[in-house]
């Protein structure tokens, strides 16, 4: 079966000589693979011209909901997946973090796109900047998409989640992307690929891939493009001096394989809830996915008079693992993705040990598998006992089940002997100290993208050591690339124009549909909770009645909140209080109060208060004083309809309080749900 790529919204059959891509436990062919007769510069022009006008025409919230339908459509047929997966050498466990992990990851992006970001087609990053005196004049950031394609250049380790992972943040930012899988695996990525395309729920032109070599594609990117890439630091590196690259100032996210650590805490002594943890982590990163993770441990740091106990806990663990056939019940590693990867893996091996000694390796027993057909290696263990004078075991990472264990001192040599992977994209720490898990994760912090901390208090719900989640960041420094993937929001910001704009508040306000103070607050003899979503206007203001607080409102609210705070209730105690000098209100009477000043009590378009945010008491307010609220439209957002409910949308109200010599007292937002006119 010869794979084929996906141009120009069409299936096509590679050219010339194609690539064999063989099963990676009986070495039999499966596939091949050619990019060949490709026209990339036409495949980079079709996506800026047909797929990227299409998503940037739909708002966050629909490109959210575009994500979460895939997600679906992709549940529901997973199970082919797996199928196709086997033949990667993933045992099932391997394929539920590459397939349900990559899915997982649309639904993640799919609830971020409607939480953390407006239902525009742009996003307003941060507060007002204030830079002149009389606030004629001010500042704000905008995101806007890129106007060009993301080319997503994946690792063979993930076939399904390293796309996913990168289409996840640049379609929901509004970005058409082009996927390049590593061309060994990429049977799999072309498999759910074909079920995307087939689905018809990502408009035309927003999805593209080859399967083979990228050609000259780098050489047809520009300014509003973007590289993600995934893989070998010496790969990402050549691909990062690209002449064009560097001449277009092209964005260029790179996350590399790194030599990742894990730090076992003094603490942590054999029968401990920690050591037992850290024993069976580090044998689950050396034999997942055959050890071929970017985030796998590769160097596990010990307290030197606890390297014996290590060494042997961890031989007898892994001395149980099977391994062979991944669909044979009971295997527990399957074989590398294919040949090429045992002799790079042995030639990292080979220059490990030369500081190193071997301390374990599996035997030669496979379970229903060929070593001479499969591509398998064998589990190794080694130990390095001066780990700063021999320093293999820091600079060469076998992309494999290779780890090397050796000893520390004191913590702070554990952090240096962490330091010296040169930038990782994970560390982890077991220890139940919090002390030394606080020097530990400051000391190796600066070096890592992530800092995994263990101990009997997280373990039950963890998610382990080499897991990078789409809520967080996936990168980290020097060896590591220097980049981040995913970190939620984050990772669509790589996607996006962040642009500073100057000018008068109500011009800003009716660029961003957001108000803000200084803005034009027009009035209307309608009061606001009287009218419908579409009705409500940015900037609408009501100026409240007035209303005096009184003793009798200090008691009766300190009666019904029980809230006796001395401030509240005792005369001497608040005349002495170098804050308030004298009794004081209640902050959250004059919250109530507020609401009373501005709230239509009768039934109408308003549903519900939503939730308050960025609530701040900024002044006393005493018996006698005089309070006046303001109350602005801030901000409006559709909301889907809900199934047993009326159409609504958001609305985000600006509620200044102010006393009777114009002094603010209380700011706050205040959400409400509010109907939206029936559809014409």
């Not at 998503?55 to 629909?62: D, E, N, P, S, V």
């Not at 919090?434 to 009997?456: K, S």
Request: hydrophobic letters at 40%; one cysteine or more.
């Amino acid at each position: 079966m010869r794979l084929r790529n996906y141009a120009l919204g069409q299936w096509v059959e590679g050219s010339g000589t194609p690539t064999d891509l063989l099963h990676a436990v009986t070495g039999e062919k499966v596939a091949e693979a050619s990019s060949g007769g490709l026209d990339f510069g036409a495949m980079a022009d079709y996506a800026r011209r047909v797929g990227g006008p299409k998503l940037r025409a739909m708002t966050f919230h629909q490109r959210a909901l575009m994500l979460k339908e895939m997600a679906r459509y992709l549940t529901e047929r997973k199970d082919a997946l797996y199928t196709v997966s086997s033949a990667t050498g993933a045992t099932k466990a391997d394929s539920w973090i590459d397939i349900d992990g990559g899915i997982g990851t649309l639904f993640v992006y799919a609830s971020k796109g409607r939480r953390e970001f407006p239902n525009e087609t742009f996003h307003v990053d941060g507060p007002m900047e204030g830079i002149s005196k009389g606030g004629t004049f001010i500042g704000r950031h905008i995101c806007v998409p890129l106007e060009g394609v993301a080319v997503h250049i994946n690792a063979f380790n993930f076939p399904c989640w390293g796309m996913l992972e990168k289409l996840s943040p640049s379609l929901l930012a509004g970005v058409p992307a082009i996927v390049k899988p590593a061309t060994l695996t990429s049977f799999l990525t072309e498999a759910m690929f074909r079920m995307m395309v087939e689905s018809g729920i990502f408009p035309e032109g927003s999805i593209q891939l080859i399967c083979g070599s990228a050609g000259n594609l780098l050489d047809h990117l520009g300014c509003q493009d973007a590289v993600a890439f995934t893989g070998s630091a010496e790969t990402g590196r050549k691909l990062k001096q690209h002449p064009n690259i560097v001449e277009h100032s092209v964005r260029f996210n790179m996350e590399a394989d790194s030599l990742n650590c894990a730090i076992l805490g003094p603490d942590a002594t054999p029968g401990s809830e920690e050591f037992d943890l850290f024993i069976k982590e580090v044998v689950r990163e050396m034999t997942s996915k055959a050890g071929q993770k970017c985030t796998a441990i590769r160097r596990t740091i010990v307290p030197d008079r606890l390297l014996g106990d290590v060494v042997k806990a961890l031989g007898k663990r892994l001395g149980d693992i099977k391994v062979g056939d991944p669909t044979v019940e009971g295997v527990k590693m399957g074989p590398l993705a294919g040949r090429v990867q045992v002799k790079e893996v042995q030639r990292a091996l080979d220059g490990i040990r030369a500081g190193a000694e071997v301390v374990f390796t599996q035997g030669d027993g496979l379970v229903g598998a060929s070593p001479e057909r499969g591509a398998f290696f064998p589990i190794t263990l080694l130990a390095c006992q001066a780990p700063t004078s021999q320093t293999q075991a820091h600079d060469i990472e076998a992309f494999g089940p290779v780890n090397t264990v050796m000893p520390y001192t004191h913590v702070e040599d554990a952090v240096a002997l962490a330091r010296l992977g040169k930038g990782s994209l994970v560390g982890s720490v077991f220890t139940a100290d919090d002390r030394v898990a606080r020097e530990i994760v400051l000391g190796v912090a600066p070096y890592h993208g992530r800092v995994y901390i263990q101990n009997r208090h997280g373990a039950k719900e963890s998610t382990g050591h080499g897991s990078p989640l789409p809520h967080l960041v996936h990168g980290g420094p020097g060896r590591a690339g220097g980049g981040e993937e995913m970190g939620g929001s984050r990772g669509v910001m790589h996607y996006m124009q962040r642009t500073a704009l100057q000018g008068s508040p109500t011009t800003l306000m009716r660029i961003t549909n957001e108000w803000t103070p200084g803005a034009a607050q027009p009035s209307d003899r309608i009061h606001p909770f009287r009218k419908h979503f579409e009705e409500l206007e940015i900037g609408e203001t009501l100026v409240t009645h007035r209303r005096t607080v009184t003793e009798a409102d200090i008691v009766m609210f300190s009666g019904v909140s029980h809230d006796m705070f001395y401030a509240h209730t005792d005369e001497i105690a608040a005349r002495e209080s170098p804050l308030f000098g004298k009794r004081v209100a209640h902050g959250y009477f004059v919250l109530s109060a507020a609401a009373g000043l501005f709230v239509d009590p009768a039934p109408g378009p308003v549903l519900a208060n939503y939730g308050l945010e960025n609530l701040r008491f900024t002044k006393p307010v005493y018996a006698g004083d005089t309070i006046r609220a303001t109350l602005t439209c801030k901000q409006k957002t559709v909301k889907e309809t809900p199934a047993d409910g009326p159409p609504q949308g958001v609305v985000a109200w600006e509620v200044h309080v102010h006393n009777q010599d114009a002094e603010l007292v209380l700011t706050y937002t205040i959400l409400t749900l509010v109907r939206r006119l029936p559809a014409a």
